[in-house]
């Protein structure tokens, strides 16, 4: 069955710092993965996405994934974070064939001044 | 560019009573998902729908029945509402054809409270 683990609850940077927000999925053939980020009352908005090809993919706001399958990871990075970027952040993983997606547990993200 | 709607956005409901959470989408795609959003669980996966006219358990089914209306709109129900499912419940809708089209949208979400 596949899963996805997010291991840090909560993370705190400062800002302009360097982020990176982990994510572990489990399932046995390639799978899509997305990290989506979510603002307090809102819903969930795509910041990137992995189906094929490049393992190392750019999204909205500055973000970027690599997926590496020998660790069965798909780590989100930002080189410089911005307070806006306060948020939580979920990362999921996709099936093709059952359309089925599964979600991390999320990672909240606060950042100071 | 409604997206996915879902309604009510809020929503008390007594133990016992029943309630049907409704969805729907207007950007023609095949699948749509319920999920509930918990603090510290992430969101978990009720039912979904690959296509219309199939539905599937997810992750929490017990409690939930769904309904396929047809390709824009999926109806979650609760028959006996228990204060376990207060909750936030998200709707959201993917086109799932081929690689390009399995990004999922979300609705904004719906606060249900069971007392």
């Known amino acids: 069955a596949q899963s996805v683990t997010q291991p840090d609850i909560h993370i705190t940077v400062s800002e302009g710092a360097s982020l990176e927000l982990r994510c572990n999925y489990s399932?046995?053939?390639?799978?899509?993965l997305f990290w989506y980020v979510q603002s307090p009352g809102q819903g969930l908005q795509l910041l990137l996405k992995?189906?094929?090809?490049?393992?190392l993919v750019q999204g909205i706001k500055g973000f970027e994934a690599e997926f590496k399958r020998s660790q069965s990871s798909f780590n989100l990075r930002k080189p410089s974070v911005h307070w806006s970027d306060a948020a939580e952040y979920f990362c999921?993983?996709?099936?093709?064939?059952?359309?089925?997606?599964?979600f991390g547990t999320g990672t909240r993200l606060k950042v100071l001044a | 560019n409604a997206g996915v709607t879902q309604t009510p956005k809020f929503q008390v409901l007594k133990t016992g009573q029943s309630m049907t959470l409704q969805c729907a989408q207007d950007?023609?795609?095949?699948?749509m998902y319920w999920y509930r959003q918990d603090p510290g669980m992430g969101l978990r996966l009720i039912y979904y729908?690959?296509?219309?006219?199939?539905?599937d358990k997810g992750e929490v089914p017990n409690g939930y029945n769904v309904s396929r209306l047809n390709k824009r709109e999926f109806s979650l129900r609760l028959e006996s509402a228990a204060p376990s499912q207060t909750s936030v419940y998200f709707c959201?809708?993917?086109?799932?054809?081929?690689?390009?089209?399995?990004?999922?949208?979300f609705g904004e979400g719906s606060w249900l409270t069971v007392v």
């Open positions: 999921a993983v996709g099936t093709s064939g059952t359309y089925k997606y599964i």
């Open positions: 950007m023609n795609h095949n699948s």
């Open positions: 992995y189906f094929s090809g490049d393992t």
């Open positions: 959201a809708s993917s086109e799932n054809r081929g690689l390009s089209g399995n990004t999922i949208y």
């Open positions: 729908s690959a296509s219309e006219g199939t539905t």
């Open positions: 399932y046995g053939a390639t799978p899509y």
